[in-house]
């Protein structure tokens, strides 16, 4: 990084609203993102709506003779091994993946914001005992870790997403350190450090609203992550408690097993995941790029 | 240079330390153990008692943890509870198997990310660009089990042009001296092997290497974009040298480096997603055997196995570091 | 391990079941051996998992005893596809009055894979050698059909069986063994035929250290013989040949066996742990065939015309227990409410693939001690909801529901989906369904056996072909499972355990049968017929109740022509 581009990007974070401003105006040029918006804004949208939408109960077994029936005009995307409404299930599972994505990435981002922020301000050995042992964490893939969380605390939807949560930790927590520590040199911190306001005031009111356009992007790419990972715990018999909850990962838990007889019921949740996800991750590539000083002006 | 390595080695150290505490105390607060899922359903309060007695699971965990600090010191990790072999065996099986899936994705995931990502660098801000980039994203936003899948029942089972299962098929007798197949068949130099054993590696390359290649054509298309404004580049165009020579010569050769950090940096995600592709593809490596030994409390097998993976995990990161300091003398390694 | 098909053939008198009739063909001949050899071949067959040895006296898991059974032969075996006995590597047998000395007539000129000859003394070497287990041999997950038959060792470890049904072996002359027994079991006979009681070449148990281990520091002895991963030596029909774990496993024929010589040159057994994995691979020919097939996958492969199923026997029962520990479960009248708000048929009907039957009561009706008319509850909510005011209580009652989320067992293949289902039945009949769920073993297992669950699933695959082994397991004793303490009918299965004359034990059994279906400590829904699959040209290969089961009178290339 040149010299010019760090003068380049301490003005920037220095006027935070300019950035924003600037980043949202790039946004909107970058076809890509808005794809990721549209995306995400109908998978909310048939989140908050599913009642309205859905035409059955998603929980309402329609006579076990005609499970695996495949979609018809009267159930667009057929019936599960149940003889339940796939098509409404897709749309009330929205709730759930959108549920399971939040709560995860609240887990990791809260915990990890505050290991990162601590261990980047006060520095010494808190730093080293929080990295080494973000340094552990990480040093175990992550899918693995989410695993042996579910093992150690049941199966249940709130278990996973804190499985899931918490293999995000590490992440944040050494996003937020990074930025704090650039953050900590910089002019305006030491200025307002020189003038006597207390540390916690200047994490608080200086360094953290600048170091979290990272923190933004890495959150948007966590949930698609924590989707994923999700569904990869649902696949390996790690679901929730209730079978019967139409969430997209426990609803791709069978495919294998029910892929020759019903091959739709695969589908259906398949791809409703994919664009989901690929929505965030649209939104959160974007968001990269807008922010990032280095690309701007192109 | 030396001295940074063996820093970086020291710090190995607390890290190791740090995570055989963490993984024992992780397994023994599972709920369970060994003796009742090797018992099932015949489980009896004196069987277990039996089963962990020869174990040494009676005795205090501080006892159990220096015992097994011991060993594998020593690289001695026991016995499988499951299969009564040493885990040690067991893991110079199961890990070639691993690596050898992972290196297939990898080399996928380059072959076909890099040229991905200069193409879309090269069309910057294009419809061919923007294409390659939701292209790219499609493969981090496919659930690896579902790709995985997709692929074995369409071209595996529907069009039976590639075998469904496993790592070689059983009608081919090769010696397996080192445990990589493609390696162990060029070394016996049987063709029918070597083709075998790679048109079983295709589809769970593909599956597992969808992720790094989205990043990698990523990266690619971030690094090329970076290095086409540099000085250098502008200057070898300015003075008239064709496009072509200019692209390789200047702006692939310095966008490898960011490339070749990444790869790295990709292990662990391999690991991951390994845990799902060898479940799907009945392959034998670590990821299922890990997670089949959680579901089987085989304390052995995870004890030795995640720290294994772990020190190799480190290791390949310090020279992911190390590689990067060889590529680019402007690094200084203090 | 958890995929346990035991096959302890416990013959406490007649074990001439209506087996026989049950399906699976009931011809004369088996077909073994039927016309000439069709060229040999060699048979992919694909497994769920590695065996752990290939050493019968040392394990219990179906995938172990599989192909110990095509290396290894008893004294005593099953005629094929039924529980009834039948001479092996012993010709005849006498008891004496007592019940306290077996004499068994060898056969004579068979030979060992290793050209040893197969005599009385080898025959006493074995039961010997069993005898003298120590160290971790001991252990109730390896030994575990010794302790069950005979009891304990010579010298037994902390916490093995004190006391052995064993005293000793003597090998009278070369084709004369005598067993000799502390007490009198009516069980041992039929025992015998099972695979933990093969008979291994001595030269081999001691050449390749069987029983050789060391005892490490902390005192434990750690096996590190050969013999059951390399060489393992017995008489039977296939020679070991090679074992890559994780990837194949390869029997040849023994050309100088001294019966019906296999027809097939080679089997290869292949683990695939996933059983959609086990589909494809067969229906892209990467295997022959495989075993454990899953209902919904029958229709499939029978829509296949390149392939083929096959039934084994049902053996199993599949129920919702109880757990009367936990209110209202104590109250008869909701226990039958919960009877009346099962729907049963439907379940068995839609999801076993044709191959169930709804359960009457907890054992099949194969076994003796089968009543036939028991108290039976048909599907009937309103019932339910009327039983449920009646007890006091006002709909919707809450339940915990448990179901284990990882398994599939032949009585219940997918255990969610069952789960699923009966849920849905039981809250139209007055229940709240709180659901509860956990991984198979430790964990889902664990949790029944302490007495946290409070309606549960589970069942049991029989590994005696007996009464006793049914509702005797589940409720001669109280158990933290069921959480009930009925005197009446642990009476009435302690008295039909001792009875010893045929005729008088079965009406014990039927009328214990009726007791307990009155009491309902849970609901038995199903009884079911596991299945195999083959490619279509695989002939002559005979399902068995308890999975004994031989690849040497299978053949290739044969195509549909049976009768």
């Known amino acids: 990084m040149s010299v010019a581009e760090l003068e380049a990007r301490a003005v920037e974070l220095e006027a935070p609203s300019g950035l924003w401003r600037d980043a949202w105006r790039r946004l909107r040029g970058n076809p890509g993102a808005i794809v990721g918006f549209v995306l995400v804004g109908l998978f909310v949208l048939v989140a908050l709506l599913a009642p309205v939408l859905a035409p059955y109960d998603p929980r309402e077994q329609l006579g076990l003779s005609n499970a695996f029936d495949g979609p018809s005009t009267s159930h667009l995307l057929g019936l599960d091994g149940l003889a339940r409404d796939e098509l409404s299930r897709i749309l009330y599972g929205a709730r759930f993946s959108l549920l399971v994505g939040i709560v995860s990435v609240a887990v990791g981002l809260s915990i990890g914001l505050l290991l990162g922020a601590v261990a980047g301000y006060l520095g010494g050995f808190v730093d080293s005992l929080i990295m080494r042992a973000m340094d552990v964490m990480l040093s175990i893939p992550g899918f693995l870790m989410a695993i042996g969380i579910v093992a150690l605390l049941g199966p249940g939807l709130f278990e996973i997403m804190v499985a899931v949560g918490v293999t995000q930790i590490p992440i944040f927590a050494r996003l937020l350190r990074g930025s704090v520590l650039a953050q900590r040199e910089n002019d305006f911190v030491l200025a307002a450090r020189s003038v006597g306001v207390p540390r916690r005031t200047i994490l608080a009111a200086h360094i953290l609203p600048n170091a979290i356009s990272p923190v933004i992007v890495q959150g948007t790419l966590a949930l698609a992550t924590a989707i994923i990972d999700v569904a990869g715990l649902g696949f390996l018999g790690l679901g929730p408690q209730d079978p019967s909850t139409p969430e997209w990962g426990t609803m791709l838990a069978d495919v294998n097993r029910y892929f020759q007889t019903g091959p739709h019921l695969a589908i259906a949740p398949g791809v409703a995941i994919v664009l989901s996800v690929l929505g965030f991750n649209l939104i959160g590539d974007g968001l990269r790029e807008a922010l990032d000083p280095k690309l701007r002006g192109r | ?334 | 391990m958890g995929r346990q098909r035991l096959r302890l053939v416990a013959v406490l008198g007649t074990l001439v079941l209506a087996l026989a009739a049950a399906g699976c063909g009931g011809d004369d001949d088996g077909g073994s051996g039927g016309g000439e050899a069709k060229g040999g071949g060699t048979l992919v067959f694909g497994t769920s998992a590695d065996p752990v040895v290939l050493d019968g006296s040392l394990v219990s898991d179906g995938e172990s005893l599989r192909v110990i059974d095509q290396i290894f032969e008893t004294l005593i075996s099953l005629k094929p596809g039924t529980t009834e006995l039948e001479p092996a590597l012993a010709e005849s047998w006498e008891i004496s009055d007592d019940g306290l000395q077996y004499t068994f007539k060898l056969r004579e000129g068979v030979k060992f894979h290793d050209g040893e000859p197969f005599n009385a003394e080898a025959v006493c070497t074995n039961f010997d050698r069993w005898y003298n287990f120590k160290g971790s041999f001991q252990n109730s997950s390896a030994s575990y059909y010794w302790q069950t038959v005979f009891g304990g060792f010579k010298t037994p470890e902390e916490g093995s069986p004190e006391d052995s049904f064993y005293k000793s072996c003597e090998a009278t002359d070369e084709n004369t063994a005598v067993l000799n027994l502390t007490k009198p079991s009516s069980s041992i006979l039929g025992a015998l035929s099972l695979t933990a009681f093969a008979i291994a070449s001595p030269k081999a148990l001691e050449e390749f250290g069987a029983d050789e281990g060391k005892v490490d520091e902390e005192g434990i002895f750690q096996p590190t013989g050969s013999f059951g991963t390399e060489h393992p030596v017995g008489t039977g029909p296939f020679k070991f040949e090679s074992w890559t774990r994780g990837d194949r496993l390869t029997i040849a024929r023994n050309d100088d066996y001294w019966g019906d010589k296999a027809t097939l040159e080679k089997v290869i057994f292949r683990p695939i742990d996933d059983n959609a994995a086990r589909l494809q691979a067969l229906q892209s020919g990467e295997i022959q065939g495989y075993d454990l097939v899953e209902p919904q996958d029958v229709k499939t492969i029978e829509g296949d015309d390149k392939l083929q199923v096959l039934d084994r026997p049902a053996f199993n029962v599949g129920y919702v227990g109880f757990n009367q520990k936990m209110k209202p479960l104590d109250d008869i009248k909701v226990r039958q409410a919960i009877a009346y708000g099962l729907n049963r048929k439907e379940v068995v009907d839609e999801f076993y693939g044709g191959r169930g039957e709804v359960a009457k009561e907890f054992m099949p009706p194969e076994v003796t001690g089968y009543a036939d008319d028991v108290t039976e509850y048909e599907f009937d909510p309103e019932k339910s909801k009327e039983l449920l005011r009646e007890a006091g209580l006002t709909p919707p009652v809450k339940i915990e529901f448990w179901y284990p989320s990882d398994v599939s067992r032949p009585y219940m293949p997918d255990p969610k989906r069952n789960f699923e289902a009966f849920s849905a039945s039981l809250k139209e009949a007055g229940f709240q369904i709180v659901p509860k769920t956990a991984p198979w073993s430790p964990d889902y297992l664990g949790a029944v056996d302490e007495g946290k669950a409070q309606v549960y699933l589970l069942g049991w695959t029989g590994d005696f072909g007996d009464p006793d082994n049914f509702v005797g397991t589940f409720f001669q004793t109280p158990q933290k499972a069921w959480g009930f303490d009925n005197k009446e009918i642990f009476d009435k299965l302690n008295e039909a355990e001792a009875e010893t004359d045929l005729d008088a034990r079965e009406g014990l059994y039927q009328e214990a049968n009726k007791l307990i279906m009155d009491f309902l400590p849970g609901v038995p829904y199903v009884h079911t017929k596991p299945a195999l699959a083959f490619q279509a040209d695989v002939q002559g290969y005979e399902p068995s109740p308890v999975s004994l089961e031989s690849f040497a009178t299978v053949t290739l290339g044969g195509d549909g022509e049976e009768g």
């Open chain 2, 1 to 334: 240079m030396l001295r940074f390595v063996v820093r970086r080695l020291l710090l190995l150290v607390p890290i190791l330390i740090g995570l055989s505490i963490l993984v024992f105390l992780w397994i023994r607060a599972l709920p369970g153990g060994p003796a009742q899922a090797l018992l099932g359903e015949r489980s009896t309060p004196e069987a277990v008692a039996q089963i962990e007695h020869q174990y040494g699971l009676d005795k205090p965990i501080p006892v159990q943890y220096w015992r097994f600090v011991k060993k594998s010191a020593q690289f001695d990790f026991g016995d499988s509870t499951t299969t009564r072999r040493p885990v040690i065996e067991e893991l110079g099986q199961r890990f070639p198997a691993t690596v050898e899936l992972a290196a297939a994705a990898m080399l996928f995931s380059v072959l076909l990310g890099i040229p991905l990502g200069f193409i879309a660098a090269k069309r910057y801000g294009t419809a061919i660009d923007h294409a390659s980039l939701v292209a790219s994203l499609l493969g981090v936003s496919v659930p690896i089990f579902f790709l995985a899948i997709l692929l074995k029942y369409f071209f595996a089972v529907e069009l039976g042009l590639l075998p469904t299962v496993g790592r070689l098929s059983v009608l081919i007798d090769v010696e397996h001296p080192t445990n990589f197949y493609v390696l162990d068949a060029i070394l016996s130099a049987n063709i029918e092997a070597l083709w075998d054993t790679l048109k079983h590696l295709v589809l769970p390359a593909i599956a597992l290497g969808s992720i790094p290649l989205a990043i990698i054509a990523r990266i690619t298309r971030a690094a090329v974009l970076d290095i086409q404004n540099e000085d250098y580049v502008r200057t070898a165009r300015a003075k008239g040298l064709a496009p072509g020579i200019v692209d390789r010569r200047h702006v692939l050769r310095n966008a490898m480096l960011p490339v070749t950090t990444i790869i790295g940096l990709q292990v662990g995600l391999l690991l991951s997603g390994a845990v799902l592709t060898e479940k799907v593809f009945a392959w034998p490596g670590m990821g299922s055997w890990l997670v089949d030994a959680i579901q089987d409390r085989n304390f052995p097998v995870l004890q030795g196995g995640i720290l294994f993976l772990a020190l190799v995990f480190v290791l390949v990161n310090l020279l992911v570091d190390l590689s990067y300091a060889v590529l680019n003398p402007r690094i200084r390694l203090s």
